[in-house]
């Protein structure tokens, strides 16, 4: 099961780690991402709405301080329409980020820059776009934070995507043309976990084709799996 818990090695019961990523259970029963083994290495990454542990769907409601920190080749990043907060220096030395794509209709709270410590301390704010939901752009130009971006634009409407088992393959269509359609398969059997993780890792930078529309709810197939 690819949602099985791991807990850190420090005996911190309140930290998961599904494949290379790490979260931290909140006491409301959400969850916040927290810690990437490869963040350095990252070229393209979207964050998960939701995580299982023990059963219990978590929604991710918030990036933890540093959680991106340095991710120097990271590209291009998918924030999930749960996110509500973000911690200090989230994304601090992420010179190659472009674009941010978030899902979120009400800009996320920014934390800690009272300390003088900016989420976006590194990114080319004059140069990175921004995609925010349709109607949210006059709010994100406004927001203290994501106003250092000159550059927002309303993401398309998208159609949830159709899923269709035919002769045991898995086939997603959606009516909104040119689609992405972005997937984390929830249920697999392995008798190696690596193999899990790995397949894991492949997956949550997984997208169809390169549009800019965009449905990032991950979607649980149960049927056929292996």
């Not at 090695?9 to 959400?30: A, F, I, M």
């Not at 998960?48 to 991710?60: D, L, P």
């Not at 900016?118 to 349709?134: A, S």
Request: hydrophobic content about 35%; proline content about 4%.
């Amino acid at each position: 099961d690819l949602n099985r818990v791991y807990v850190n090695g420090n005996g911190n019961s309140d930290e998961v780690t599904l494949g290379n990523v790490t979260y931290t259970l909140r006491p409301d029963g959400n969850a916040w991402i927290s810690w990437i083994d490869n963040r350095t290495t990252l070229e393209t990454f979207n964050i998960r709405s939701a995580i299982t542990v023990n059963g219990q769907q978590m929604q991710v409601t918030g990036i933890a301080p540093y959680t991106f920190y340095e991710s120097s080749s990271l590209a291009t990043l998918t924030i999930p329409r749960y996110v509500r907060e973000i911690g200090e220096a989230a994304f601090v030395k992420c010179y190659d980020l472009n674009p941010i794509q978030v899902a979120v209709a009400d800009p996320p709270t920014l934390l800690g820059t009272e300390y003088g410590v900016t989420q976006f301390e590194g990114i080319d704010t004059d140069n990175c776009t921004l995609y925010v939901p349709q109607g949210a752009a006059a709010t994100y130009r406004a927001a203290e934070g994501w106003n250092k971006f000159q550059i927002v634009e309303e993401m398309l409407g998208t159609a949830a995507p159709v899923l269709r088992f035919e002769n045991d393959d898995l086939n997603m269509t959606s009516d909104t043309e040119g689609a992405s359609i972005y997937y984390v398969i929830a249920n697999m059997q392995h008798e190696d976990i690596s193999q899990d993780a790995d397949v894991l890792n492949a997956l949550e930078d997984s997208l169809l084709n390169g549009q800019k529309e965009l449905y990032t709810e991950p979607v649980r197939i149960e049927h056929n799996v292996y």
